[in-house]
């Protein structure tokens, strides 16, 4: 019986070929649409590290000046001073901890055909490795000894290893950078988390810095920071002097696999607040935040204005499109009423009418969202060309997503087609057959 | 007026319609959608043509940046600075050059807070900050209408670390507006004070010179210091003659990655393409809601066309009928045009509630300013000339129908 619905639809499309077509068509462009904004939102709303993300906390301590918050909502700011930061670090309560910055330097290839050229990296303590799950291709990271005594070492990814070693294991060997020797104890294996969860404040969805450091040597001052800084009190001048400033530019995570660990560790940080304010420092000792992963994206919009935006409006495009496929396919139905009450007049039952007709608008649905795929793959090739580098791994369609569209394609058109379906069988045999 | 509405034949158009309501709400309902995204859609993309048409202060066309980065231990920074740009400078075909710490539009750079009285508790004004030499106007393109460039003796030098400002600042008119009640001339000469308590004298207004960060709502605020910058890091500005940017481009690379192997040379970017960067997000936005705008205007427009070429099908006899009792080809046109306009009519003024609603909602979720009345208006005309278009194709064959249909059977 199928099979015969099938072609009956086949022959009912292709008697009504014009509206058929302008049918698969809106169906395609909404459902195109749609799936296109989706797939940006969806992995730009993306939990990053979905295994431990409810472990992972950005400690935030509001340090800044007592006349006026430092966000308009009255959130504490989103870094931290170097003094307090690398006292919550030097106190080890957590499970692991990496402080962290941004830094920048220059390496100085062996070969020296080779020119030298500039890093982007990241100045941050043992912990980030195994807190994050980096992956290595060789070797691991530094430990807490290394950090504590300013050890030169360095972790690379394996494009850098590729560029300087050739892709060789380079363990053990050392690099040159901003003047000094560096040990390189891991290379690290392809690892680019999206959204950038560790690090947001310079671009949620930029890429993985090339080389890693103690960020214990931000003190030697041989490579330059890189990052936000804000400040608000005047100081003096001078490396030391701004280091004990209250200007914020460090950023701190910590690990707490259980709720108890978590309180614990909040009440630690608020009662070095409270101390502090006896020193006259945190005007506000009750604005201290601990935001786990997923929260932390929350708070900081990581999804853009621009593509909620989109989306919304995408949405309505799709529901104008369904509005239209109702209108035709009830066009469509009623122009066959004559047949529906031959057949009727036959012996099918509505049952059988009812059947028929939605496997027709499933039919429909089924080539639009064909075409909605394909139109879905050339509006994220487009948005990748349009929007830069920094939105390729926002692009792509995974097995989830098309499956999705498929079944957003097949639903829709049923939708669109069950109140001309439900028409289409009140049809009246005998009047039809009368009106012959 | 009544007589000429009963002429044309509103009422009979309207009950006909009221028995095929489901037909007439869709359309009306698609109509009313459309109208919502439209009129929402242009405003967004006219928001994005207002900010990227904003003028940057600076010579676009003829300007282009590049960093230097030493990395030679013993290296004289403030000597070699020197050399460099004088290197530049004198590079035919080179208008002006200077070491600035900050591109316009580029997103990163430097801001302080000026306030009109020092001390630690008073509110300030935010401004962008610029270090330039006395060629920095020269070398920008910014346009002095107050006070004097700075002189060659003004100019220090400013350690890493350092929190000392010099004695004097040029400043934008909209940042001399800001703080001074809009009243830009009578900011010349007086003195503000950065980071709480150093006094700054006003010795100058320019015209227009943009931060770095577009989004900002201060973006027009900046100010321009006579300091030039001691360190590792640090980037020329680099003004052309006219038409000979791309020439020199590589040209002036070369020559400083030449002339000394301490250094790395990158980034060597024109202005144009650094707005463009700037506004690559705006400028596909745009792309894509204009799209959107047409997809779904044609969509609709389409819907119309197949939804009445179907139910002149289904009245052909009825057609016949009133063209044999006398009805004009043109009478049975304007049926379905007037037809048409009812439907429409209820759509936009649905689709006006819908728009105004959506944009409070966007008003409230994202910061987006107010829909315009005009706009609205606009939107609405338009798609009632768009479903007039789309219905004169169906009107025009249903007007061509031939009155002895009505005597023939059914087809």
Known sequence: MFSYYVKLAYLSCKRTWGMTLLMVCAIGLGIGASMTTITVNYLMSANPIPHKSEQLFFVQMDSWQPNNPYNDDGDAPEQLTYRDATYLWQAQKAKRQSIQSGMSAVIEPADKEVLPFMVQGRANSADFFPMFDVPFLYGSGWDHQADLKKERVIVINAELNERLFGGKDSTGQTVRMAGEDYKVTGVMDRWNPKPRFYDISTGAFNDVEEVFVPFSLITEQKFSRSGNTNCWKPTESGFQAFLDSECIWVQLWVELPTEQDKDAYFSFMNAYAKEQHQYGRFARTDNNKLRDVMQWLENQQVVSDDASMMMAMSLMFLLVCLLNTVGLLLAKFLGKASEIGVRQALGASRNDLFIQHLIESGCIGLAGGLLGLILALLGLEAIKVMYGDWIRDLAQLDLTLVAMAIGLAIVSALLAGLYPTWRACQVQPSVQLKSQ | ?411
């Open chain 2, 1 to 411: 007026m009544l007589e000429l509405l009963a002429r044309l034949e509103l009422g009979p158009i309207f009950r006909a319609l009221m028995r095929n309501k489901i037909g007439a709400l869709l359309i009306a309902l698609q109509i009313a959608l459309t109208l919502t995204i439209m009129v929402n859609a242009i405003f967004m993309m006219q928001e994005r043509s207002q900010q990227m048409a904003r003028a940057s202060g600076l010579d676009e066309t003829n300007t282009f940046y590049l960093s230097n980065t030493v990395f030679a231990q013993d290296y004289n920074l403030k000597t070699a600075l020197q050399q460099d740009l004088q290197r530049i400078r004198q590079t035919p075909g080179v208008v002006d050059a200077i070491q600035l710490n900050a591109i316009p539009l580029s997103g990163g750079g430097w801001s302080m807070s000026l306030q009109t009285k020092a001390g630690d508790d008073i509110e300030g004004t935010g401004s962008a900050v610029y270090m330039v030499d006395e060629h920095g106007i020269n070398a920008l393109g910014l346009e002095l209408i107050a006070g004097e460039n700075f002189q060659s003796s003004d100019i220090g030098w400013r350690e890493i670390g350092s929190t000392k400002w010099p004695a004097k600042t040029i400043i934008t008119k909209a940042l001399a507006e800001a703080m001074f009640e809009g009243d830009w001339k009578s900011a010349l000469g007086k003195t503000v004070y950065i980071d709480n308590h150093q006094p700054m004298q006003i010795t100058g207004i320019i015209n227009t010179l943009q931060a770095p960060w577009n989004g900002w709502n201060g973006v027009e605020r900046s100010m321009l210091v006579p300091q030039q910058l001691d360190g590792k890091g640090s980037r020329f500005f680099i003004r052309t003659e006219p038409g000979r940017r791309d020439e020199l481009m590589p040209v002036i690379e070369k020559m400083l990655a030449e002339s000394d192997r301490g250094r790395i040379i990158r980034n060597v970017t024109s202005m144009e393409q650094t707005r463009d960067e700037s506004y690559q997000e705006h400028q596909a936005t745009n792309t894509i809601l204009l799209t959107v705008i047409i997809v779904l205007t044609l969509i609709t427009g389409f819907g119309i066309v197949g939804l009445a070429m179907f139910s002149i099908n289904r009245r052909t006899r009825q057609i016949g009928t009133r063209r044999a009792l006398g009805a004009s080809q043109w009478q049975v046109m304007r049926y379905f045009m007037l037809e048409n306009l009812l439907i429409s009519f209820a759509g936009v003024i649905l689709g006006a509630a819908g728009a105004v609603g959506l944009n409070i909602w966007l008003v409230s979720t994202f910061s987006m300013s107010p829909l315009s009345p005009v706009l609205l208006v606009i939107g609405v005309v338009a798609l009632l000339i768009v479903g007039q278009l789309a219905v004169s194709y169906p009107a025009l064959v249903a007007s061509k129908i031939s009155p002895a249909t009505a005597t023939r059977g059914r087809a």
